[in-house]
Each structure stands twice: as C-alpha cells, then as structure tokens.
Nanobody
Framework: QVQLVESGGGWVQPGGSLRLSCVAS????????MNWYRQGPGEARELVAT????????EYATDVNGRFTITRNDARKTVYLQMNSLKVEDTAVYYC?????????WGQGTQVTVSS
C-alpha cells in the first residue's frame, strides 16, 4: 500500500531554517511528481511545492517562492523541503502528497512551529 512518512518538523524562531523529509513506498516513486502541502490552524490544506519526475522546474506557492526548495532523491524514494527565512505564518502541519491513477495520498504530517 502507499505510505508516505514525513519527518524533520519542529520549533524554530523567525528567520530560521528547517529541512523536511518524506520517505515513500508502495508505488513507483521515480515515475510521479511529488508534492508538499501544509495546513495551518483553522485553514484549508494548501499546495506548497511540486517537483516533477525530472527534478527540474519545480513550482511553488507565491508566499514561499524564493524561501523554500523542493528536491527529490529517487534512489532513496525521498522528497525534501528545505525551508529558509521562516515566518510565523509558515506555522502549519506539513504533508507530503502524491496523486496516482487511483487516488490522492498524504502522509501523517509533521508539525512546523515558527515563533519567538
């Protein structure tokens, strides 16, 4: 079955950095685009970043563009999200997600808290 396991969340002060990881299994990782989503308190889940199978020309939400970087390692079946210059408004649960022919899947999420 499809499994996505995120890690790397935590507490950080504004301006700090975190690197999230997501290990995937149960599907052909190298054949699909991978995504990071987030859901803040009382908010809907939103797409943060997408990386295609080529690993190039990733796409980002407007408010994270230039601060976040999504990368992938197909050999390790892992997708990463490097988050720099973090802001209080980046506080959310971050989810790794994938869309397959038979449905959309997310991991359990990892909490990121940005505060002073």
């Amino acid at each position: 079955q499809v499994q996505l396991v995120e890690s790397g969340g935590g507490w950080v002060q504004p301006g700090g950095s975190l690197r999230l990881s997501c290990v995937a299994s149960g599907f052909t990782f190298s054949a699909v685009a991978m995504n990071w989503y987030r859901q803040g308190p009382g908010e809907a889940r939103e797409l943060v970043a997408t990386i295609p199978t080529t690993g190039k020309n990733a796409e980002y939400a407007t408010d994270v563009n230039g601060r976040f970087t999504i990368t992938r390692n197909d050999a390790r079946k892992t997708v990463y999200l490097q988050m720099n210059s973090l802001k209080v408004e980046d506080t959310a649960v971050y989810y790794c997600g994938v869309t397959l022919a038979y449905g959309k899947f997310w991991g359990q999420g990892t909490q990121v808290t940005v505060s002073s």
